[in-house]
């Protein structure tokens, strides 16, 4: 049962009224004393989560270290985890080393001779976790996703994305990054490294004209290009070498996917009419770059004034031991994971989560059948790929080997290439292996939640099913406006605008009439109208991109309406008429309050301008606010009326699922 402590309504303030502003109202004494840390750039509900998932992690880590040192240590997770996290720790003997470590890296750069070089060299690096000219990895093929491919992806840029390259907002950006640039590459050694600093920043404004943009590499028909090896090689003919350079089999690229075919056209141009010293000084800042944060204080300094004091406005650097947790997390996360689980994930919460999704899948199966927008033909098509929907819930049932990574106390810089190389390695695996589908894309120690349109599954961390989201001891109003909406948003993934362009066995197909995506298109124009028309507070001359962000809202609208839905049937199955009051507040009026709960957020205006132009996601305070003015619901629960600020004229009001 819900108590003072746990409510959605402890942080209510009633000088605000829940009619005009429901995010401030919901959370109102919240915002009166909370601070955002001074190594973060953003704060809310999520990221006290993911605190007290830090400080589990840390825990774990500390007494894996323990029993290490102490020699009682009998399996090679322990060791591996002490390894990773004591030469992060090691402090000392990495100041000593300086720029040592990467000297190698730097000392092979100065040895190019040719274009075939760099690309060679570049590829080798990719190995090691260092940043290059493309992205790849294994993706299951959208045509057939019963096989794994190799999926090429656009790379090669140090700024949030292609926009910042020529947007005059984003000028005095460029110049502070030209300028971090120049310090990086003088403490890598370099003379002159302001002039090089400026050709890089050049030479990146120029890959930059043929990066797609966000809104397009969203577009799931676009991205799938399949093709042979050979039509990759007739784009770029300078990646066969560099393939050769990552020592990847030609086996692997046969037939691959290719997301973006311009960007490798245009960087074929590129590669022969930029200087080839531009591009040997590119490679260095790649170098510099990827090791920054594991490197003497000077370069982890420099790596933060950019990237987090620069760009997220961020007051101070993450103390020593929470990187420590990041870089062995970021190694071994799922040794870390069967831990962390164990400790920290009680058998009971999987059951009560299970029969949540049963709950919230029930609900889309009825709305669905309902839709007065869809034709029957259609519709059937939906339920067919709702009923193949496969849940993750806690932790995975199997879990990653790690037992071939090398990992050495006192050495981090060798532990990090050690750790890149197998996860390198791995994704090749997965070619070889097929699909997988016990696999995971998230540690169970990660506040998050995902839907996967390839595989048709929706996966649940153990570490999001916690207050404020999930409490089995919860009241059914308070959980169904968390959990159930994030639930019911997952699922909603698979009918957004993208992922409605997959069948349930993962296929990207057209299984719509064309009457019925014509509708739909409508009724998702209408929201992208809606989210386009609104600016944070923090950053008030940035809008928010409604087509960027139109999944993520389609999946807060559909989530919660549906969760909505899903609450009242398990009051029906419960036998409950009409839900308790709570000091005063309805079961539906608490099922709003705990959305609210959710998405309560401190952010600096500069942390604000990189997520509004590069996030997916609405800013917090619209997801909370712009989904219920949708729903008729809300409306019911408040009792809002005209010229209240929630206020929604009904015609305006989207419903999709």
């Keep these: 049962m819900t108590t003072e402590t746990t409510s959605p309504l402890r942080y209510r303030d009633d000088s605000i009224r829940p009619q005009d502003d429901l995010y401030r109202h919901s959370n109102g004494k919240w915002f009166e ?48 985890i002490a390894h990773l996290y004591g030469s992060f720790m090691n402090e000392a003997a990495i100041e000593e080393r300086g720029a040592a470590p990467i000297a190698g890296y730097l000392e092979a750069i100065s040895e190019i001779q040719s274009v075939e070089g760099l690309l060679e060299l570049s590829g080798s690096f990719y190995r090691k976790g260092i940043s290059g000219f493309v992205e790849i990895g294994a993706m299951n093929d959208a045509g057939n996703p019963e096989r794994n491919l190799l999926t090429f992806l656009q790379g090669g840029l140090g700024l949030p994305d292609e926009s910042y390259y020529h947007d005059e907002q984003m000028a005095e950006t460029v110049a502070d990054y030209r300028e971090h640039l120049g310090r990086l590459l003088s403490l890598g050694g370099f003379a002159d490294a302001a002039t090089a600093a400026a050709g890089v920043v ?109 760009l997220g406005g961020v007051e101070q650097i993450k103390d020593r031991w929470k990187r420590g947790v990041s870089f062995t997390e970021g190694a071994v996360g799922e040794d870390i994971g069967q831990l962390y689980v164990a400790k920290n994930f009680p058998p009971e919460a999987k059951d009560a989560m299970d029969q949540l999704v049963q709950r919230l899948i029930e609900a889309y199966r009825i709305s669905i059948g309902e839709l007065s927008w869809m034709g029957q033909e259609t519709i059937e098509k939906a339920l067919d790929k709702l009923s193949k929907f496969r849940p993750k819930i806690g932790y995975p049932n199997e879990w990653i080997d790690y037992s071939s990574i090398v990992t050495d106390e006192s050495d981090v810089i060798a532990n990090l290439a050690s750790a890149n190389e197998f996860e390198f390695k791995r994704e090749l695996k997965k070619i070889d292996d097929g699909v997988n589908r016990e696999l995971w894309f998230m540690y169970p120690q990660t506040v998050n939640a995902y839907y996967h349109p390839l595989l048709n599954e929706i996966a649940f961390p153990a570490a999001i099913l916690r207050l404020p989201f999930f409490d089995v001891d919860r009241d059914i109003a308070s959980n169904f406006g968390a959990i159930g909406a994030v639930i019911g948003h997952e699922i ?8 409605s362009q997959f069948d349930g066995s993962g296929q990207l197909t057209n299984w719509w009439t064309d009457d019925d995506r014509a509708s739909f298109e409508k009724l998702t124009g209408k929201l992208v109208e809606q989210y386009n028309a609104l600016s944070p507070t923090e950053a008030p001359e940035h809008n928010v991109n409604g087509a960027l962000t139109l999944g993520e809202n389609i999946g807060d609208l559909g989530g919660l309406g549906i969760a909505y839905k899903a609450y009242k049937l398990e009051l029906e199955a419960r036998g409950i008429t009409e839900d308790e009051v709570i000091d005063g507040v309805t079961g539906d009026q608490r099922f709003f309050y705990s959305w609210a709960e959710c998405w309560r957020t401190l952010i600096r205006p500069e942390t604000a301008v990189v997520r509004v132009r590069t996030d997916p996601h609405a800013p917090g305070e619209f997801r909370c606010n712009q989904v219920p003015k949708n729903l008729d619901a809300f409306h019911e629960a408040f009792g809002t009326k005209p010229g209240d600020g929630m ?9 999709i699922w």
Excluded: C
């Design 202 to 310: 050049d030479l990146e404004t120029a890959i930059a004209q043929y990066h797609w943009d966000r809104v397009k590499v969203r577009d799931a028909q676009a991205r799938y290009n399949l093709m042979t090896g050979q039509q990759l090689f007739e784009l770029f003919g300078g990646l066969k070498t560099w393939l050769a350079g990552a020592g990847i089999d030609p086996k692997y690229y046969e037939e691959v996917v290719l997301w973006q075919p311009s960007y490798l056209e245009g960087l074929s141009g590129l590669i022969t009419e930029q200087p080839l010293d531009a591009w040997k000084n590119w490679l260095r800042v790649q170098v510099l770059r990827s090791f920054a944060p594991y490197l003497s204080s000077d370069f982890v300094n420099e790596n933060f004034s950019f990237y987090s004091a620069k």
């Design 647 to 655: 206020w929604l004229d009904p015609e305006q009001r989207v419903e």
């Design 492 to 499: 909603g993934h698979g009918f957004d605008d993208q992922g």
């Design 33 to 80: 004393t909370a601070t955002i840390p001074g190594d973060q750039g953003i704060y809310g509900s999520f990221m006290e989560l993911r605190d007290q998932a830090e400080d589990a992690v840390h825990a774990i880590i500390k007494e894996a270290v323990k029993a290490y040192e102490s020699g009682t240590a009998t399996d090679g997770a322990t060791q591996r």
